[in-house]
């Protein structure tokens, strides 16, 4: 019987598209005992953006998510006279109580879980925007 004191032990990297794979082997003089290849994860790292338009004589805006490697987001915009100002969808509009400028935020999420966001000042007067 085999000791493991007798074992040769090798760890090899290759990159394969991209992606780093490990090979791992434990090997005696004369044979290979086990061979394990497990790929990394390679982080996905979104970009947050968006656009708006405002919907003439009111104080509704319409959000767009532009973001790139996103597969989740989540908007506040800005409303503090509210206790739920937040939306998940892609595309939303959102009506506010009253003209002045309001921070909008959307944070983003890849795949992977890593996140990005990103921050427009909007100014809304008399019914539209400025």
């Not at 319409?62 to 409303?79: H, P, Y």
């Not at 595309?91 to 400028?101: E, F």
Request: hydrophobic share 40%; charged share 15%; glycine share 4%.
């Amino acid at each position: 019987m085999s000791s493991i004191s007798n074992a040769y032990s090798c760890v090899s990297i290759a990159l394969k598209n991209a992606t780093v794979v490990f090979f791992i082997a434990a090997t005696t003089l004369t044979a290979c005992k086990k061979t394990v290849q497990e790929p990394a994860v390679t982080p996905v790292i979104p970009i947050a953006g968006f656009t708006y338009t405002t919907i003439p004589s009111t104080f509704a805006v319409t959000f767009t998510d532009t973001s790139v490697n996103a597969v989740s987001r989540r908007w506040d915009f800005g409303d503090t006279t509210v206790e739920t100002d937040t939306s998940t969808s892609k595309v939303v509009t959102y009506n506010y109580p009253i003209g002045k400028t309001f921070s909008v935020k959307l944070a983003v999420f890849s795949v992977t879980g890593n996140e990005a966001s990103v921050i427009k000042s909007i100014t809304l007067s008399g019914g539209e925007s400025q």
